[in-house]
Antibody, heavy 119, light 109 residues
Framework: EVQLVESGGGLVKPGGSLRLSCAASGFTFSSYSMNWVRQAPGKGLEWVSSISSSSSYIYYADSVKGRFTISRDNAKNSLYLQMNSLRAEDTAVYYC????????????WGQGTMVTVSS | EIVLTQSPGTLSLSPGERATLSCRASQSVSSSYLAWYQQKPGQAPRLLIYGASSRATGIPDRFSGSGSGTDFTLTISRLEPEDFAVYYCQQYGSSPPKTFGQGTKVEIK
């Protein structure tokens, strides 16, 4: 079964750090670009970051640039999001999502992990 | 940055009725890299349509997408009870950011 499972969310104080992980299974992880998308409570979807299959191309939303770092380990079938200098407005459910190799839309999503930034 | 504006914000319809959702882009979306997603409460989004008009695997044919350039439409021909949800459009061209619209909620009238 094709699956993405996020972990690492939790409660963190403003200015703190957190590292999210996304474990992939059921497909050849190293062949796909991957993404992080977040959703603040009661709000819409916001694209956060993308990484190409070999990590050659990395992109960030302006709202997280300089604070978040996306990475991947193809040997471990895992995607990561290192989040530093966290702010209250980073509070959200964070989803990892696969970009389909043929048409690039996000065809597989994890169940999400909640990040709460609060003192 | 391409901004996507969805309308209406909320659509109140009855099962069996036709739903028409709009997504307008602030500039042309290249190669029709426009997708539609469905999200139900407490669930992750699900891909419905990619390339503006192609249905994703397993999506019923009552869902259809159309449009090009800056104007796109998602149509649900006859609403089933499980179709009441929030729908998002997204442009996912090669140049980031891969922006989403703000969503349209389809609710039971």
């Amino acid at each position: 079964e094709v699956q993405l499972v996020e972990s690492g969310g939790g409660l963190v104080k403003p200015g703190g750090s957190l590292r999210l992980s996304c474990a992939a299974s059921g497909f050849t992880f190293s062949s796909y670009s991957m993404n992080w998308v977040r959703q603040a409570p009661g709000k819409g979807l916001e694209w956060v970051s993308s990484i190409s299959s070999s990590s050659s191309y990395i992109y960030y939303a302006d709202s997280v640039k300089g604070r978040f770092t996306i990475s991947r380990d193809n040997a471990k079938n895992s995607l990561y999001l290192q989040m530093n200098s966290l702010r209250a407005e980073d509070t959200a459910v964070y989803y990892c999502a696969r970009a389909n190799g043929d048409y690039d839309a996000f065809d597989i999503w994890g169940q999400g992990t909640m990040v709460t930034v609060s003192s | 940055e391409i901004v996507l504006t969805q309308s209406p914000g909320t659509l109140s319809l009855s099962p069996g009725e036709r739903a028409t959702l709009s997504c307008r882009a602030s500039q042309s979306v290249s190669s029709s890299y426009l997708a539609w997603y469905q999200q139900k409460p407490g669930q992750a989004p699900r891909l419905l349509i990619y390339g503006a008009s192609s249905r994703a695997t397993g999506i019923p044919d009552r869902f259809s997408g159309s449009g090009s350039g800056t104007d796109f439409t998602l149509t649900i021909s006859r609403l089933e009870p499980e179709d009441f949800a929030v729908y998002y459009c997204q442009q996912y061209g090669s140049s980031p950011p891969k922006t989403f619209g703000q969503g349209t909620k389809v609710e039971i009238k």
